[in-house]
C-alpha cells in the first residue's frame, strides 16, 4: 500500500487544521492506520491510531481531547483532525498503516509510511 499525506501548513495557537492520508494500492480496509510526528530534534512520536473497520481509535495523552483520527474506507482515506492546536504540535506528521485489524502504539508495528507533511503552529 502507498500512502500520501497532506493538509499540513501554518497554522497560529488555538486554530484547526484537518490532515489527509490517501491509500493506494491493496484494500485499505484490511489495514489498521496510525498516525505518528516528529518535531526538530525529537524523537518520533506516536499520536493516534484506528482499527482497520474503524470502530476502535486510541490517542495519545498528549494530544486526547484535541486531536481526533477516523477514516472512511470507501474514499481510502484516514484523518487527522487537529483542533486547538499549540506551538509544541510543531512537527513533520506521518500516517502509517499495518495489515490486520488491531491498531498498535509502536511504530516499529507499522510497514508502510506516508512521505509526511509538516504542520507549523505559531504562538
Known amino acids: 500500500v502507498q500512502l500520501q499525506a497532506s493538509g499540513g501548513g501554518l497554522v497560529q495557537a488555538g486554530g484547526s487544521l484537518r490532515l489527509s492520508c490517501a491509500a493506494s494500492g491493496r484494500a485499505f480496509s484490511n489495514y489498521a492506520m496510525g498516525w505518528f510526528r516528529q518535531a526538530p530534534g525529537k524523537e518520533r512520536e506516536f499520536v493516534g491510531s484506528?482499527?482497520?473497520?474503524?470502530?476502535?481509535?486510541y490517542s495519545a495523552d498528549s494530544v486526547k481531547g484535541r486531536f481526533t483520527i477516523s477514516r472512511v474506507n470507501a474514499k481510502n482515506t484516514v484523518y487527522l483532525q487537529m483542533d486547538s492546536l499549540k506551538p509544541e504540535d510543531t512537527a513533520v506528521y506521518y500516517c502509517?498503516?499495518?495489515?490486520?485489524?488491531?491498531?498498535?502504539?509502536?511504530?516499529?508495528?507499522?510497514?508502510?509510511w506516508g512521505q509526511g507533511t509538516l504542520v507549523t503552529v505559531s504562538s
Open positions: 502509517a498503516a499495518r495489515r490486520g485489524s488491531h491498531f498498535y502504539t509502536a511504530g516499529t508495528e507499522y510497514a508502510y
Open positions: 484506528i482499527s482497520a473497520s474503524g470502530d476502535s481509535k
